[in-house]
T-cell receptor, first 114, second 115 residues
Framework: KQEVTQIPAALSVPEGENLVLNCSFTDSAIYNLQWFRQDPGKGLTSLLLIQSSQREQTSGRLNASLDKSSGRSTLYIAASQPGDSATYLCAVWGRGSTLGRLYFGRGTQLTVWP | GAGVSQSPSNKVTEKGKDVELRCDPISGHTALYWYRQRLGQGLEFLIYFQGNSAPDKSGLPSDRFSAERTGESVSTLTIQRTQQEDSAVYLC?????????????FGPGTRLLVL
């Protein structure tokens, strides 16, 4: 069964810092990898989706990389802001018999203080 | 257009009662997914529906859990004889198609507390 691990579990930084959130997965036979943001009382918001054939995706201050062979992904947040405070979830898409399922990590809870 | 909606937003029930959770996906989305998030845990896949194909029920934790979907619209997740360990946030998501090249759009969730 696919296991997804995120490190660190929590992170508290001052505004303006550049951040790296880490995600690892045990089965490299993934379809795609996706990063989400979860705010309290709200659903998940998709940030970036990296297809298995890609190595990175960028959106604004966010950059996500994927190394399938080593089972790792990183989410880089540049010039962090208090509005970035949320829980960041990494999820991998299954393939083959598990196509359609997302396997989630437990998340990194980020706090950015002014 | 509206996003994915879920109802109720919160539900408190007594152990042993049945509960029904509702999900309205984005119009036109053929795939619909249910997940569960227990306190301090990651999201767990429960079930997905894709068009008229048989649903993938392999994530349902026990036979007390069942789900239905009417065509490509509303879905209902039913938990019979609820137990305290069923307390969690139940999240629904939808996507245009099942293939993993498209993002899933999530609803706000239903927070279930079983006393």
């Amino acid at each position: 069964k696919q296991e997804v691990t995120q490190i660190p579990a929590a992170l508290s930084v001052p505004e303006g810092e550049n951040l790296v959130l880490n995600c690892s997965f045990t089965d490299s036979a993934i379809y795609n990898l996706q990063w989400f943001r979860q705010d309290p009382g709200k659903g998940l918001t998709s940030l970036l989706l990296i297809q298995s054939s890609q190595r990175e995706q960028t959106s604004g201050r966010l950059n996500a990389s994927l190394d399938k062979s080593s089972g790792r992904s990183t989410l880089y947040i540049a010039a962090s802001q208090p509005g970035d405070s949320a829980t960041y979830l990494c999820a991998v898409w299954g393939r083959g018999s598990t196509l359609g399922r997302l396997y989630f990590g437990r998340g990194t809870q980020l706090t950015v203080w002014p | 257009g509206a996003g994915v909606s879920q109802s109720p937003s919160n539900k408190v029930t007594e152990k042993g009662k049945d509960v029904e959770l509702r999900c309205d996906p984005i119009s036109g989305h053929t795939a619909l997914y249910w997940y569960r998030q227990r306190l301090g845990q990651g999201l767990e896949f429960l079930i997905y529906f894709q068009g008229n194909s048989a649903p993938d029920k392999s994530g349902l934790p026990s036979d007390r859990f069942s789900a239905e979907r009417t065509g490509e619209s509303v879905s209902t997740l039913t938990i019979q004889r609820t137990q305290q360990e069923d307390s969690a946030v139940y999240l629904c998501a939808s996507s245009l198609h099942l293939a993993g090249q498209e993002t899933q759009y999530f609803g706000p969730g239903t927070r279930l507390l079983v006393l």
